[in-house]
């Protein structure tokens, strides 16, 4: 017997069609979302993951994220990045606390800009539990410079890991004194050295830079950051999310501005946020310069980003 019911006409099929795709990608973004929180849950050794009201004991074993690779320091991910947490040692964070993610370049002198401003305040709101920082090491611009330090920062996670965050914090800081002083000779083993020396890592620590830098020994993790910084999507250092949010550089300029958009964010939802995603937007990436092109000023502002190849 032959329905009443009209056959939908070619619009509405194609309106259906577009519903019935649209609702595929927000559940497969949603399925991405919570692999994220529980991954970012995981990093460091075994903890509590709290996934959306629902809290799970998980043990991993996880002395390299990717397959015990020596060429990856304990302490970092798949993709990767390296979270803290109160503990201030790499691989822990502060459950329940929003995340923090900075997408940064060693060789980025927006990024050493960015790091100078803000890492005073970052350090205290990941103390006070306010957030966990996650750090996502890239070689963006096809520097040395960027081989250097990863590898001397590889030799820290592995042998001084409590020093990690410290050094980080001296590498992007000498980074910036390089640039201002236009001295380029200075991007050397033996000045970034001196410096992990001066920050408190232990001398028979900094005496395995130069090897590890030579051998490249730690080049799978600047890989595995780049790449994650491509799958993403991004195209300029720094790029800063909050919470899954991208931050407007030019809105967080100040040094308490961190502080201030922490302060914003709805009532926690009681789960780490997992890393964050999505392209630049406009706001972020205007102004920032391209590798190759124009001089940079003398005195670069911290809220300009610095694009990709």
Same mark, same amino acid.
């Given at each position: 017997?032959?329905?009443? $019911?009209?056959?939908?006409? +070619? ?8 519903? +019935? ?7 497969q ?6 692999l994220? #929180? *529980? ?7 075994g903890? /509590?993951a709290?996934?959306?009201?629902t809290?799970?004991? /998980? ?15 304990k ?6 990045? &390296? ?8 691989g822990s964070?502060?459950?329940g ?16 800009n960015?790091?100078t &401003?803000?890492?005073?305040? #970052?350090?205290?709101? /990941? ?44 590498? @992007?800081? &000498?980074?910036?004194? #390089?640039?201002?002083?236009r ?11 001196? *410096?992990?020396? =001066? ?14 830098? =030579?051998?490249? #020994? ?13 799958d ?24 308490t501005? @961190? ?5 914003k ?15 630049? $937007?406009?706001?972020? *990436? $205007?102004?920032?310069?391209? %590798? ?8 670069p502002s911290?809220?300009?980003? %610095?694009?990709?190849?």
């Amino acid at each position: 017997m032959a329905s009443n $019911t009209p056959r939908p006409t +070619k619009a509405e099929r194609r309106a259906a069609a577009r519903a +019935k795709a649209q609702a595929l990608r927000e559940e497969q973004e949603r399925r991405e979302r919570r692999l994220k #929180i *529980t991954r970012r849950a995981l990093l460091g050794g075994g903890v /509590v993951a709290a996934v959306g009201a629902t809290a799970a004991l /998980v043990v991993a074993s996880r002395r390299n994220a990717v397959s015990g690779d020596p060429r990856i320091p304990k302490g970092v991910g798949d993709d990767g990045s &390296l979270t803290y947490g109160a503990a201030m040692t790499p691989g822990s964070v502060n459950e329940g606390a929003p995340v923090l993610d900075v997408y940064f370049d060693y060789a980025c002198h927006f990024c050493a800009n960015f790091d100078t &401003l803000h890492a005073d305040e #970052i350090s205290r709101l /990941v103390k006070d539990e306010k957030v966990t920082l996650a750090l996502h090491p890239c070689k963006i611009l096809g520097q040395n410079w960027t081989d250097i330090v990863m590898n001397a920062m590889g030799v820290v996670l592995d042998r001084q890991p409590e020093m990690a965050l410290t050094f980080h914090n001296a590498a @992007l800081a &000498l980074f910036s004194e #390089i640039f201002n002083s236009r001295d380029a000779s200075r991007q050397t083993v033996d000045e970034l050295a001196d *410096t992990a020396k =001066k920050a408190g890592v232990s001398q028979d620590v900094v005496d395995a830079f130069k090897k590890a830098v =030579k051998d490249n #020994i730690y080049g799978k993790w600047t890989e595995a950051g780049t790449n994650a910084f491509k799958d993403k999507k991004l195209s300029a250092t720094p790029t800063v999310f909050l919470d899954g949010t991208q931050l407007d550089l030019q809105a967080v300029a100040t040094a308490t501005a @961190l502080t201030e958009a922490v302060e914003k964010l709805p009532a926690a939802t009681g789960a780490p946020t997992g890393a964050a995603s999505g392209a630049p $937007t406009e706001a972020a *990436t $205007t102004g920032a310069p391209a %590798e190759g092109g124009a001089e940079a000023p003398a005195t670069p502002s911290p809220e300009s980003p %610095e694009s990709a190849e």
